[in-house]
């Protein structure tokens, strides 16, 4: 089940609904799994159209694609991913949210270790040279606004602007991210390990690393057959556990996680020994569907 609220970052979702094309999408994979062509015979419609309502919805979590080698060829096979969404609507009565909210730069990480593929750029240029991790330590990463590494991880210290007195309930972390191919894929799945003050929180598996279009808001200068965007993930650690897009994936609380300090660590990670070794790619503003840098809330009372 997908649980969603007002918050913008569920605009894909709404947006993959607001069409009556896809809602018969929905309708017709809900009784049996279909292949792209098939769904365009029973819509009436040409399989281009189908393809990009297709996309809409995968890229919301609404269905999911696989290829399927079958009669001697091979087709992109939709299924639906979910079967319910709930969607929360604030109450009057809940009265305003207490939250301090902070925009982090990709480029403002304070660790990190990773391995090629890899890269940072700026929204003007690139920052070094492809492939060569040194330049992750270049001044001028502190103006990047993707990065991308085929394993390890990069790190950012996050202020504590809480007072004495005020116990945060809920943290939340929203990013535009994906896999990290040599090139684009979109079948590239990667394993990518998410952790706050040295506790791992969840893992998520990114489906793949998009090129198939240009992202909303790349530079011009950006080059066609590279990362173009990723998918925006709102992660949620609170009292029952931790959420990814409403979805649990740990049962890591807020208060499994030490707090109590000045500042707090967030960690992205791809493992050498996960299961897909498929790289991380990072976009903040001025790259990709979203024109965001990393967003971190706390809500207290």
């Not at 009057?92 to 990773?114: D, L, N, R």
């Not at 991790?133 to 990463?141: G, I, K, S, T």
């Amino acid at each position: 089940m997908i649980k969603a609220n007002t918050d913008i970052a569920w605009l894909p979702l709404y947006e993959a609904l607001a069409s009556s094309v896809r809602l018969s999408i929905i309708d017709l994979l809900a009784v049996n799994p279909m292949n792209v062509k098939e769904l365009a015979e029973a819509l009436g419609l040409s399989s281009a159209i189908v393809t990009m309502h297709i996309r809409k919805l995968e890229k919301a979590g609404i269905i999911q694609t696989k290829m399927v080698r079958k009669q001697g060829g091979t087709h992109k096979i939709c299924t639906l991913s979910e079967h319910e969404i709930q969607i929360d609507i604030p109450h009057p009565a809940q009265g305003a949210v207490k939250m301090h909210e902070t925009s982090i730069p990709v480029g403002h990480y304070t660790e990190y270790e990773v391995y090629p593929t890899c890269g940072i750029a700026s929204r003007e240029k690139m920052i070094g040279q492809f492939d060569d991790p040194r330049f992750f330590l270049e001044p001028e990463r502190m103006n990047a606004g993707i990065l991308w590494f085929g394993k390890g991880y990069v790190e950012y210290k996050i202020p504590n602007y809480l007072l004495p007195g005020q116990r945060p309930s809920a943290l939340e972390l929203v990013m535009e991210i994906g896999s990290e191919a040599p090139g684009v894929n979109e079948n590239w799945p990667s394993d990518i390990e998410f952790s706050l003050n040295g506790v791992s929180i969840g893992i998520w598996t990114s489906p793949g690393d998009y090129g198939d279009e240009r992202g909303k808001f790349s530079p011009a200068w950006w080059r066609l057959d590279v990362n173009q965007y990723g998918l925006l993930k709102v992660i949620r650690v609170q009292e029952d556990g931790t959420f990814i897009d409403g979805q649990k994936v740990s049962d890591v609380s807020i208060d499994d996680i030490e707090l109590d300090r000045n500042h707090w660590t967030f960690r992205l990670a791809v493992n050498e020994d996960a299961e897909h070794v498929g790289g991380l790619t990072l976009y903040g503003k001025g790259f990709g569907n979203y024109n965001q840098d990393m967003i971190f809330r706390v809500y207290y009372e």
